[in-house]
């Protein structure tokens, strides 16, 4: 329909003097205006990086140097010491000489200047004693040191501006790596297996640590992130078991509030939003996200969030990023549609979008012979899936409608079964979170770097590949989609999107597939094998409203260590074992980071938990409530030494990875990197645009997002702190594993809650600010 289209608006006659060429009036139109877009957004692209590469100077500064070197030539001062007169003897055209040195040595001064910035910035920001302050309690050395940040941080940031500032990650000392891993592994061993590891411990430091230390070293020096690029080709790229379940993670839609009940019109509003959002990621506009309001973390892997799709390989993948892709992909009950999402030069309207799928929704036609569950392709093993690319996929039409997949900017499923939360249903959110996180194994392209998903009840979703980013950056891009939706964007009264309809959109366009029978056995085997992995997922979703994050802070404790604590109580009592604990923290305060681990299972909390569970101590709450404080001080001590880059984990693996590089055998690091993580889990940050005031606007809170299990017989658990009285958990497990059940986990962390907080209640701990819980 779409070649149709424009077939009308380009004609031509052959005639006896030759070929006569018609355009029509709407096609040079078009031409026009895209033309002019292009070019414009080259120029706001390039007036951005230029404001960004100079950051925190600002061009017109140089010409204030400029015209400051130039007066001097008429006052006689020569503020250069010499240096103009020396750069005026080697210039040619004698009558120019003393303005071009002027403005060449201004030049120099001002790059000179911009580094000095730039450094003293990035000495400044290497500076982390601040995190480690009492919450609520600020030194003056701290003060005086973010008064010096604010200084030297310029005005107006765009979203790449301080990327050149910020301090490379460092690399711990061996010694302090053995000594905290050595702390965190003492609670899960006996007195013998701890003897060992430290055998091994201590033979890996005195006979190979050094030599893979000083190559670490060397790698930090010349890299800008010593840990980045292995994280993503060893963690993520060359795993060759399905992404799907086990490395792709999902974020959920509002919980309460469903702003319209067409699929079309939510489906035309949120791509509308995104294609806002993108338009300002590719300028460079949106603001950096900053500590305090002022320390500011790293942009980098926002960069490939649009127009990225992960590419399998036979031995490792690779991310394909590219840039202005101007369609997005959409499958709909096994067919998949190629729509534009540009006319005359701008983005389509949301009633234009809402228009074309709806289109979709009303077309009939059946999926062709292999094409309803061809995408289980990305869902299944990462080997067959790369051999059938390039056996199947590598020419014809295949080719072609498989480029528009993997170049779109992003791909859009068209769901025809509704989800989302519903208080009247038990499992709601289980059903909701497993269609989320697979969905049929053939409904969503797993591959791209994320796919949104559409319900016919008006709820959204998205699914997220995990190589490129981690959730905070797509957690930022779906706070600002969910605001522009529902309060700047907004619908009719009958649901629609706003504004007048188009019906001159050229449809969307069926992409055509040749698939053999062959192709189709390997599209079944996998369907199969990613069935399986999602028939084992064991999923529990449940909002945990008796108290949130206001009452406790008031208990004067973080609420991180407040859950996690909670989590190891109910690990003991679902498990009757303490087990290793995953907690996922942040680098990004560093160039290029991305996550460390925190042990969370620590020798302070294993006594929390043993006294809590301990009848003789039934009368000693206020001993009970002392091992929590210490417990909780160091989770918030390990959580901020993983932040500020003296974590364990990603010191280990590096080290590992290097000691593979030089065929060193080092039996510690083997079984550090062998060891499996039963408790994986990860807080989904809210709120980091403040778009929206969730206490005037209570019900506009998300439903945060969550993980497949890590362990076969383990526990994943994702928690996010909605506003002041919520929290929200999605738990996974797999059925397979006899030793666990989610909704049971589920049942013993809301139970570990209430049991914390009704020991804060029963030591009356500070009358006059917490308010006892009924």
Avoid at 37 to 51: C, E, R, S, Y
Avoid at 192 to 219: G, P, T, V
Avoid at 659 to 687: A, N, R
Avoid at 751 to 773: G, H, R
Wanted: aromatic share 12%; net charge positive.
């Amino acid at each position: 329909m779409a070649e149709a289209h424009q077939a009308v608006g380009f004609q031509f006659t052959v005639r006896p003097d030759g070929v006569d060429f018609k355009l029509s009036q709407e096609v040079i139109k078009n031409i026009y205006l895209s033309g002019v877009t292009a070019w414009k957004k080259k120029a706001i692209q390039f007036k951005n990086g230029v404001l960004a590469g100079v950051y925190p100077a600002s061009p017109s500064s140089w010409l204030i140097v400029v015209i400051a070197m130039m007066s001097s030539l008429y006052i006689h001062i020569d503020p250069s010491l010499g240096m103009m007169d020396a750069i005026k003897e080697n210039l040619p055209y004698r009558s120019t000489r003393a303005v071009l040195s002027a403005i060449l040595f201004a030049t120099g001064l001002w790059l000179f200047l911009i580094y000095l910035l730039r450094y003293t910035l990035k000495a400044l920001l290497s500076y982390h004693g601040w995190i480690f302050e009492s919450h609520g309690k600020m030194s003056t050395s701290t003060k005086v040191w973010l008064c010096l940040v604010k200084m030297f941080s310029g005005r107006r940031p765009l979203l790449y501006s301080f990327q050149a500032s910020l301090p490379r990650l460092p690399v711990p000392s061996v010694d302090d790596t053995i000594h905290r891993y050595l702390e965190s592994v003492r609670p899960l061993l006996d007195n013998e297996q701890y003897n060992k590891m430290e055998l091994l411990a201590s033979d890996f430091k005195e006979n190979k640590a050094a030599q893979l230390q000083r190559c670490l070293i060397l790698k930090s020096w010349w890299a800008t992130n010593y840990v980045s690029d292995w994280w993503e080709e060893y963690i993520y790229l060359r795993g060759r078991s399905p992404i799907m379940v086990n490395s792709n993670f999902y974020i959920m839609d509002l919980l309460y509030v469903t702003p319209t009940h067409r699929q079309a019109a939510r489906a035309g509003n949120v791509v509308h939003a995104m294609l806002q959002y993108r338009r300002k990621l590719e300028r460079g506009e949106l603001a950096p996200l900053r500590a305090l309001g002022t320390v500011p973390m790293c942009s980098t892997q926002m960069e490939r969030m649009f127009n990225t799709t992960r590419i399998p390989g036979i031995e490792t993948d690779f991310v394909q990023h590219l840039t202005d892709r101007k369609h997005l992909v959409v499958f709909h009950k096994g067919r998949f549609f190629q729509v534009w999402l540009y006319t005359g030069g701008r983005h389509l309207l949301p009633s234009e979008l809402e228009t074309q799928f709806q289109r979709i929704l009303n077309d009939t036609s059946e999926p062709q012979p292999g094409e309803l569950k061809l995408a289980a392709l990305t869902a299944g093993y990462r080997i067959p899936w790369a051999q059938a690319r390039i056996k199947y996929f590598s020419q014809g039409i295949n080719k072609v409608s498989l480029d528009a997949i993997e170049s779109a900017a992003f791909f859009l499923t068209l769901d025809d079964e509704p989800q989302g939360y519903d208080p009247a249903k038990s499992n709601s959110l289980d059903s909701y979170a497993k269609s989320l996180l697979h969905g049929k194994c053939y409904d969503r392209w797993f591959d791209k770097s994320f796919t949104l998903i559409s319900y016919p009840n008006g709820k959204m979703g998205v699914n997220v590949e995990h190589s490129w980013a981690d959730a905070p950056i797509v957690g930022h891009m779906w706070e600002y989609i969910l605001a522009t939706d529902c309060f700047h964007l907004g619908y009719t009264e009958e649901g629609h999107c706003k504004g007048d309809v188009n019906k001159n959109l050229p449809h969307p366009t069926r992409l055509q597939w040749q698939i053999p029978n062959e192709c189709q056995n390997v599209i079944e085997t996998s369907y199969l094998s990613a069935k399986q992995i999602a028939d084992d997922v064991d999923f529990h979703g449940y909002l945990f409203a008796e108290f949130g994050k206001g009452l406790i802070k008031k208990c004067r404790t973080s609420p991180d260590a407040f859950i996690q604590l909670a989590l190891q109580l109910a690990q003991f009592r679902d498990q009757r074992v303490f087990c290793l604990t995953y907690e996922s923290s942040m680098t990004r305060m560093f160039r290029d980071g991305r996550t460390e681990t925190v042990r969370s299972c620590t020798s302070e909390a294993v006594a929390f938990v043993r006294a809590m569970e301990d009848a003789e101590h039934g009368d000693q709450d206020l001993e009970r409530l002392a091992l929590f404080r210490k417990a909780a001080e160091k989770h918030q001590n390990m959580y901020r030494l993983a932040m500020t880059g003296s974590g364990i984990d990603r010191h280990l693996f590096c080290l590992y990875i290097v000691s593979k590089y030089l065929g060193v055998d080092s039996p510690f690091l083997t079984k550090v990197l062998s060891e499996p993580w039963k408790l994986s889990t990860s807080q989904t940050p809210q709120q980091q645009l403040n778009l929206v005031d969730i206490n005037k606007f209570p019900k506009y809170v998300g439903g945060g997002g969550g993980f497949g299990p890590v362990a076969d017989d383990g526990y994943g658990v994702s928690y996010i702190i909605v506003g002041e009285n919520l929290i929200t958990f999605h738990i996974s497990s797999k059925f397979s594993s006899p030793d666990t059940d989610s909704y049971r986990f589920g049942q013993h962390i809301r139970k570990a809650m209430l049991d914390i907080q009704a020991l804060f209640n029963q030591c009356n701990v500070n009358k006059a600010t917490i308010c006892i819980y009924s």
